[in-house]
């Protein structure tokens, strides 16, 4: 089977950093994506690892190890805003290079 | 530009009875796919288009069908209503290359749907 795993919640401080932790077992890996949900809304698009290594937009980072099966979402600078639910997703070849989403992380972020 | 539409909003069907939800993109993006979210399930692929007249299947496909005619549209219809498909509902689209969807998707606002 295909599976994601993510924390099913985190809490956080306004101003600290948190990392929200994805692990997948897929069949077949294009690359890992990273979206973000307020209160049942759009999810929207945060970022993508295609390869190896960090990729820094702004206050957030995506982090992937394909060796690991292994990948983190790090959001520095933390404010009120931030608090959603953040889900990891991973492309894979087969149903037309298909999303295969985790169940989601629900960040609170505290003043 | 409007993006990702969705229409309607929120829906309450009794059980057996059919409906369309409609989706709708004007960034000429070729590739469109349903999802449904559940509480504690994440986002699944239900079906799912490459291009206009060419659909195909996703993870949980039984009781949806779909259609394609145009690049724009999208809809999704339930053949007959089941408690089982109460769930929000989204439409997403993204740009296609060689058959793969982009990995930036973009999602409509959602459709909240419950069937009694």
């Known amino acids: 089977g295909q599976s994601l795993e993510q924390p099913s919640e985190v809490t956080a401080v306004e101003g600290a950093i948190v990392q929200i932790n994805c692990t997948y077992q897929t069949s077949g890996f294009y690359g890992l994506s990273w979206y973000q949900q307020h209160d049942g809304g759009a999810p929207t698009f945060l970022s993508y690892?295609?390869?190896?290594g960090l990729e820094e937009t702004g206050r957030f980072s995506s982090f992937l190890s394909r060796s690991d099966s292994y990948g983190y979402l790090l959001l520095q600078e933390l404010q009120m805003k931030d608090s959603a639910s953040y889900f990891c997703?991973?492309?894979?070849?087969?149903?037309?290079?298909?999303?295969?989403f985790g169940q989601g992380t629900e960040l609170s972020v505290k003043p | 530009n409007a993006g990702v539409t969705q229409t309607p909003k929120f829906q309450v069907l009794k059980t057996g009875q059919s409906m369309t939800l409609q989706c709708a993109q004007d960034?000429?993006?070729?590739?469109m796919s349903w999802y449904r979210q559940d509480p504690g399930m994440g986002l699944r692929l239900i079906h799912y288009?490459?291009?206009?007249?060419?659909?195909d299947q996703g993870e949980v496909p039984n009781g949806y069908n779909v259609s394609r005619s145009t690049t724009e549209d999208f809809p999704l219809r339930l053949l007959s209503a089941a408690p089982s498909q109460t769930s929000v509902y989204f439409c997403?689209?993204?740009?296609?290359?060689?058959?793969?969807?982009?990995?930036?998707?973009?999602f409509g606002p959602g459709t909240r749907l419950t069937v009694t």
């Open positions: 997403a689209s993204s740009y296609e290359g060689q058959g793969a969807p982009h990995y930036e998707q973009y």
């Open positions: 288009s490459v291009g206009a007249g060419i659909t």
């Open positions: 690892n295609a390869l190896d």
């Open positions: 997703a991973v492309r894979v070849p087969d149903q037309g290079g298909k999303l295969i």
């Open positions: 960034m000429n993006h070729e590739y």
